[in-house]
């Protein structure tokens, strides 16, 4: 079993930015991939950004590509997402979720464990 935990988010006004932390604890070892997503309301969660968990490459969606940064710390056992300009399109509920097997999909489906999620709210 792998538990993941969000932490960050919060209120901020268009253009700024803010840092989402999920630490993960557990079965690290068989982390093969950690990757954040979103939820807005009335809509489906989609995915955001993802990364290998021990080689490092990275993944992103087109609409964040440019804005939003994800890196780990594996000593650390912590995925974070920098996110940069923000806007008002990305308020949503973030969720942070590893997953143990291969795939090369970023489908919510490919994630085997997920975090309780945690709000981001864009002002305009």
């Known amino acids: 079993q792998v538990q993941v935990v969000e932490s960050g988010g919060g209120l901020v006004q268009a253009g700024g930015s803010l840092s989402l932390s999920c630490a993960a604890s557990?079965?690290?070892?068989?982390?093969?991939?950690m990757g954040w997503f979103r939820q807005a309301p009335g809509k489906e969660r989609e995915f955001v950004a993802a990364i290998i968990w021990s080689g490092g490459s990275t993944y992103y969606a087109d609409s964040v590509k440019g804005r939003f940064t994800i890196s780990r710390d594996n000593a650390k056992n912590t995925v974070y997402l920098q996110m940069n300009s923000l806007k008002p399109e990305d308020t949503a509920v973030y969720y942070c979720a590893a997953r143990t097997i291969y795939s090369e999909q970023n489908a919510p489906s490919d994630y085997n464990y997920w975090g309780q999620g945690t709000q981001v709210a864009v002002s305009s």
């Open positions: 557990g079965r690290t070892f068989s982390i093969y991939r």
